[in-house]
């Protein structure tokens, strides 16, 4: 349920600026979604086409561009970026440090629909709405960014225990900052930075 970042063996392909750790998949019970937290380093990374899947990025830490179909947009941290599957995207590090992105990759299993797309979404854009009195969140990538089968969040949680609960349907989380613990399935796991 809980793994941290730090924990997890990096693989680079030969020619590419991205060392890529997977986090959750179907290997560790997470059968719809994959996690990967990413480090590109400087350069432009190999290009990579999403065949049948979608990709949500959030930029955890540095900034960089992202080349998608012949369009260029800037990366900045706590920015979501919605990539549509058909799409060839690189990303571009000017460096000199590691770009630290997080990424999810899920199946495609609605159609696009028509409106507007957005690719990146920047965090201070968004409205701030609340969960309960101790939480709030933002929307990054959702229906308004044209994504309709995945939502990525960033939540602010101060401190408190949220109610248990479950979900019908797969999550997975990313601790931006700070420390807690996740009570599941009887078992407590210590959250923190990276987690």
Known sequence: F??????????????DTASVCIAFDAA?????????????????SVERTLAGQQEVLYIVEGRG????????HELEPNMGVYLAPGET????????????????????DRAAASGERKVTVRFDDQPELE???????????????????VTQ????????????HSHTYDEVGYIVA???????????FPLKTGS
Not at 158 to 164: E, L, N
Not at 178 to 188: L, N, P, R, S
């Open 131 to 149: 969960a309960s009195v101790e939480r709030s969140f933002r929307y990054l990538v959702n229906e308004d960014a044209g994504c309709f089968d």
């Open 89 to 108: 995207y690189a990303v571009e590090n000017a460096g000199p440090q590691a770009l630290h992105v997080l990424s999810v990759l899920a199946p495609e």
């Open 178 to 188: 700070g420390q807690g613990i996740a009570h599941v399935g009887g078992t407590e």
């Open 28 to 44: 560790n019970g997470c059968e719809r979604l994959e996690q990967r937290v990413i480090r590109f380093g400087p350069g432009r």
């Open 153 to 164: 969040f960033l939540g602010i949680v101060q401190p408190s225990k949220a109610p248990f």
């Open 2 to 15: 809980v793994v941290d970042e730090n924990e997890l063996e990096p693989v680079r392909d030969d020619g």
């Open 65 to 72: 561009q992202l080349h998608v179909d012949g369009s260029t």
